[in-house]
C-alpha cells in the first residue's frame, strides 16, 4: 500500500507566502514524477506544476514565478512553495505520485487535499 498526504493549508492574506508539503510512504521502490494539482469551488482539477525524480519541472502559466516545486527523494516528499498569494489561488491543493511498489505495479497515488485560502 501507498499513501500520499498534504499538509500545509491555511487562511492567508493576498500577497502572502505558504509552504505546502506532500509525503509518500508506504511500500514504495521508487517514485516517479510528483505534482501539485489544484480545485477550486465549482471549477475542474488543474495541473498547478510538477517535478521528475531527476528534479526536471514544469508550471501552469498561470503560477510561473510564484509558486517554486522542489523535493527530497530520500523522504519521498514534494513541496510546493508559494508566494504573492492572490484570491484566484484559493482552492483544495492535491498531491500525486506516481509509485512503483514492491508489488512491482506502477500507479498514481492521490492524497486528500490540504485547503488554501486566500482572504483578507
Known amino acids: 500500500q501507498v499513501q500520499v498526504v498534504e499538509s500545509g493549508g491555511a487562511l492567508v492574506q493576498p500577497g502572502g507566502s505558504l509552504r505546502l508539503s506532500c509525503a509518500a510512504s508506504g511500500s514504495i521502490v521508487r517514485i516517479y514524477t510528483m505534482g501539485w494539482y489544484r480545485q477550486a469551488p465549482g471549477k475542474q482539477r488543474e495541473l498547478v506544476a510538477s517535478?521528475?525524480?531527476?528534479?526536471?519541472?514544469n508550471y501552469a502559466d498561470s503560477v510561473k514565478g510564484r509558486f517554486t516545486i522542489s523535493r527530497d527523494n530520500d523522504k519521498n516528499t514534494v513541496y510546493l512553495q508559494i508566494h504573492s498569494l492572490e484570491s484566484e489561488d484559493t482552492a483544495a491543493y492535491y498531491c500525486?505520485?506516481?509509485?512503483?511498489?514492491?508489488?512491482?505495479?506502477?500507479?498514481?497515488?492521490w492524497g486528500q487535499g490540504t485547503q488554501v485560502i486566500v482572504s483578507s
Open positions: 500525486n505520485a506516481g509509485v512503483l511498489s514492491s508489488t512491482g505495479i506502477f500507479g498514481n497515488y
Open positions: 517535478i521528475t525524480n531527476s528534479g526536471v519541472t
